[in-house]
């Protein structure tokens, strides 16, 4: 771990070992994740068809809901958009519903203007916002390019933006950029997306920037920012006399280290990010396989909805072992 703190005396840190105590829901919730009743509902099946639409243009045979389930079905179970088909008309066949089958080809055409609804949160009272982002590779040529051919491909990704709530684990917020796009300039942006109230925001060091407690401020006037200032950090001008939050956790990291001013701040918690982020790509995969921007964007986001319904099947709850 050459970019952790004390990365040195790391090895003397025992493991942390946890218990689930709620096992029997949990394993339940886990089986109910690939259940074709769970994602192919009733609700789906009676919004199937499009309302008649009163503008210029030809009607619509699929509402936004139908499009969003077939969607959520290719992501759930990693299907092509032709095999997403054939899996919908056998389902629809096997129960004896009149409806039609919306082909790979609408599938692909929808998802450029499809809009996914945003997860609301579902923490009682303030959120403590979790900030990070992780990279996904676009479809196309793979590394075996390189060992069979000798060429040097660079490949082709996509930055995601994702805010979870540390209590949920869901993500509330989340937003599809190009790799070059900084981690600190989407932070208003995806504030915006957030109904909730603010009682922390904790990023890694990307995030230490006096614009991002600017915005932060201005939003939520109450609201921690949690972030651990660079190891060439100085004190502000007025650090004496007024405080900034920047101020106060250098003084810190001074009087108790960066170690205890992990523990003392509970800037720990930020894990349950990176733990969330590798939640998604095992379940729904680390590569974006639609070919233009506005359908990556609805198949990111169809992933981040998909895993956030996974949650609310049923979530782990941990104790941790002496």
């Given at each position: 771990m050459p970019f952790k703190a004390n990365a040195a005396c790391?090895?003397?840190?025992?493991k942390q070992r946890y218990r689930v105590t709620n096992w029997?829901?949990?394993?339940?919730?886990?089986?109910?994740?690939?259940?074709?009743?769970v994602w192919f509902s009733g609700e789906a099946i009676a919004a199937w068809r499009a309302e008649p639409r009163r503008t210029w243009g030809g009607q619509p045979h699929y509402s936004a809901l139908a499009i969003r389930t077939a969607l959520t079905l290719r992501a759930v179970f990693r299907l092509a958009?032709?095999?997403?088909?054939?899996?919908?008309?056998?389902?629809l066949q096997l129960l004896g519903l009149d409806l039609a089958v919306p082909d790979h080809?609408?599938?692909?055409?929808?998802?450029?203007?499809?809009?996914v609804p945003k997860s609301s949160p579902s923490s009682r009272g303030p959120v403590h916002l979790l900030v990070d982002s992780t990279g996904l590779r676009l479809f196309g040529p793979g590394e075996w390019l390189v060992e069979k051919h000798g060429t040097q491909r660079r490949r082709s990704w996509r930055k995601l933006h994702v805010r979870v709530d540390a209590e949920t684990g869901q993500i509330l917020a989340s937003e599809l950029t190009t790799s070059d796009v900084d981690d600190g300039s989407r932070v208003e942006p995806l504030l915006d997306q957030i109904t909730a109230p603010l009682a922390s925001l904790i990023g890694d060091g990307a995030s230490d920037q006096a614009g991002i407690y600017d915005i932060v401020a201005k939003h939520y006037p109450e609201a921690?920012?949690?972030?651990?200032?660079?190891?060439?950090?100085?004190?502000s001008d007025m650090a004496e006399s007024t405080p900034t939050q920047r101020d106060r956790h250098l003084q810190s990291i001074a009087e108790h280290g960066r170690m205890g001013w992990q523990r003392r701040s509970q800037y720990n918690r930020r894990a349950l990010v990176e733990a969330s982020i590798s939640r998604l790509k095992r379940m729904i995969g680390n590569a974006l396989h639609l070919r233009t921007e506005?359908?990556?964007?609805?198949?990111?986001?169809?992933?981040?909805?998909?895993?956030?319904?996974?949650?609310?099947?049923?979530?782990?709850?941990?104790v941790r072992i002496a």
């Open positions: 790391r090895h003397r840190i025992p029997a829901e949990y394993d339940a919730s886990l089986r109910q994740r690939g259940s074709l009743t958009l032709r095999q997403t088909e054939g899996l919908i008309g056998s389902l080809s609408t599938l692909s055409r929808r998802a450029e203007t499809l809009e921690d920012v949690i972030v651990p200032p660079r190891s060439t950090a100085v004190p506005h359908r990556r964007a609805t198949e990111a986001a169809i992933a981040v909805q998909t895993l956030n319904r996974m949650l609310e099947l049923g979530r782990p709850k941990c």
